[in-house]
């Protein structure tokens, strides 16, 4: 869903599906009209031109390299500016950042296995435990890198624990019953 480009005075978005709060850091020319060059002003003679576009005035320098660069192409990083070059090259402090691009979703998997397994039924008695342990240890790691309901977990724990207790519930049976035909 994409977000909408108004912002709250805090700087965040609100999600038009979901409702939750967003916080999106981006090149300053993705908020601009198309064919805008970003509100980059045109340099003129004696001032600094941004490295990348010669024809436009630098308004801050890269805190790496220290290249000159207009408001296009000056990236936010907390307290600090990069360039492009930095950020794509993930030279300097732009190795300290961690773009996330893909996750584990424990989530899935934990709701997955119990469900999966019980088209091999037998494989309950294995993946059920698995499914809680990997439960118990996965509980407070995010779930996506996309805002979704947590529903996956508990449910997939409360099915890992339904079939544990059968489980237990069939061997105890069986040997009950066992015991009693001994007698």
């Known amino acids: 869903m994409p977000l909408p480009q108004s912002r709250d005075a805090s700087g965040e978005v609100r999600c038009t599906l979901c409702g939750a709060r967003n916080r999106a850091l981006a090149f300053p020319a ?4 198309p064919g805008a060059a970003g509100g980059a002003a045109p340099a003129l003679g004696g001032e600094a031109a941004c490295f990348d576009h010669p024809n436009k005035r630098a308004e801050a320098a890269c805190q790496h390299c220290g290249r000159y660069l207009c ?3 000056s990236v936010e990083f907390g307290t600090e500016i990069w360039c492009p070059s930095c950020v794509a090259g993930r030279s300097g402090a732009a190795k300290a950042a961690n773009p996330e691009t893909s996750r584990t979703l424990y989530d899935s998997i934990v709701l997955t296995l119990p469900l999966a397994s019980l088209l091999l039924w037998p494989l309950t008695a ?5 499914a809680l342990a990997v ?8 779930t996506s890198l996309v805002r979704r309901w947590r529903w996956r ?12 207790g059968l ?12 015991g009693m035909a001994g007698k």
């Open 30 to 33: 993705i908020l601009a009209a």
């Open 71 to 73: 408001r296009l192409c």
């Open 126 to 130: 294995i993946a059920a435990p698995a």
């Open 135 to 142: 439960g118990a240890a996965r509980w407070k790691r995010p």
């Open 153 to 164: 977990m508990p449910v997939g724990m409360a099915l890992a624990l339904v079939e544990a």
């Open 167 to 178: 489980w237990t519930w069939g061997i105890l049976y069986l040997a009950a019953r066992s």
